[in-house]
């Protein structure tokens, strides 16, 4: 699978856990941060985004922070259940570029 | 469903073979990317097309050649791979209100294997 050689971080909760994943970015250029969640056999799927003119966004279930000053960005799940076990990707975006530079990755695997 | 479709959704092929993989945006965007994902390294873009034009090519080997005939269709053409090309190939689509604004739709990917 896409793990194989790439060795990615792994979260495991019990199902009805919080969750909280953890993202560091480089670029203080950065102006834009969105978080992806990956399925097995599936393209990532947009979950939540943030512009660096925030520090707290709340989505369904999930809440993305930003702390521009360490340049972290974290996702929150509550109440974590088993169909959010996947790969979570965040995504950074400079300003005056269009494309995303993406983290390599956070497994996360509910415990029923 | 993401509106984005791809085909095919696996592919083998020789080193000598000659492919094209295909990229289909029902979203109304006009930016469209080819990222490569493999299991060495995390996401990797490769090429940007905004309104058909190329604006962005990240030092790809020119045996992957971009084809954007208009803003919904995009295509990878494949020639003469190495097996380390082996990858899932991704195509993603946005809005492009601009730099910094866009979010990216991801469709469901190639999985591409080279022989």
């Known amino acids: 699978g896409e793990s194989v050689g790439l060795h990615l971080p792994t979260l495991s909760v019990q199902e009805g856990d919080n969750s909280i994943i953890n993202c560091a970015y480089s670029n203080s250029a950065s102006d834009y941060f969105i978080w992806y969640k990956q399925e097995s056999g599936k393209g990532p799927q947009f979950i939540i985004d943030?512009?660096?003119?925030?520090d707290k966004r709340q989505g369904q279930r999930v809440t993305v922070l930003l702390n521009k000053t360490v340049k972290h960005l974290s996702l929150q799940i509550a109440a974590t259940q088993p169909g959010d076990s996947a790969v979570y990707f965040c995504a950074e975006n400079m300003t005056g570029r269009r494309a995303l530079t993406f983290g390599s990755g956070t497994r996360l695997q509910v415990q029923p | 469903e993401t509106g984005v479709t791809q085909t095919p959704r696996h592919l083998v092929m020789g080193m000598t073979n000659k492919k094209s993989l295909k990229c289909e945006q029902h979203?109304?965007?006009?930016?469209m990317y080819w990222y490569k994902q493999s299991a060495k390294k995390p996401l990797e873009l490769m090429f940007v097309?905004?309104?058909?034009?190329?604006?962005e090519n990240n030092s790809v080997p020119s045996r992957f050649s971009p084809e954007c005939p208009n803003s919904s269709h995009l295509f990878l053409h494949l020639h003469t791979l190495q097996p380390e090309d082996s990858a899932l190939y991704l195509c993603a689509s946005s809005q492009d209100g601009g730099p910094g604004t866009d979010t990216q739709y991801f469709g469901p990917g190639t999985r591409l294997t080279v022989l």
């Open positions: 979203l109304g965007h006009n930016a």
């Open positions: 097309y905004n309104f058909k034009e190329q604006t």
């Open positions: 943030i512009r660096s003119n925030m």
